[in-house]
């Protein structure tokens, strides 16, 4: 029912900023609590944060939480993950997701096919 399409992905120094955004098609996006999550090589899928269907309520890893904000635009159909003060155990394949449900519960049922973020001196 939603299709999502990550964006912004790249090589980035240590202590530098990247900016990921996931544009998102289908119904009902507007009601679904969308979240980030990533996967390094040899790891398990992590969330990164979430961000309710409103943007009344967010959520954050404690390992990214003070550097990442997340943020949506309803109405460009659109939800972005800046990414500040970057380290290297930061790389990882970053993926967005959709849940079409409230944000604590774990229901994520689409997702994007990733954005390749490396960071590395």
């Known amino acids: 029912q939603v299709q999502l399409e990550e964006s912004g992905g790249g090589v980035v120094q240590p202590g530098g900023s990247l900016r990921l955004s996931c544009a998102a098609s289908?119904?009902?996006?507007?009601?679904?609590?969308m979240g980030w999550f990533r996967q390094a090589p040899g790891k398990q899928r992590e969330i990164v944060a979430a961000?309710?269907?409103?943007?009344?309520?967010?959520f954050y890893a404690d390992s990214v939480k003070g550097r990442f904000t997340i943020s949506r635009d309803n109405a460009k159909n659109m939800v972005y993950l800046q990414m500040n003060s970057l380290k290297p155990e930061d790389t990882a394949v970053y993926y967005c997701?959709?849940?079409?449900?409230?944000?604590?519960?774990?229901?994520?049922?689409?997702w994007g096919q990733g954005t390749q973020v490396t960071v590395s001196s």
């Open positions: 997701a959709a849940n079409p449900r409230s944000l604590m519960t774990m229901t994520y049922e689409y």
């Open positions: 289908g119904r009902t996006f507007s009601r679904y609590t």
């Open positions: 961000i309710s269907w409103s943007g009344g309520s967010t």
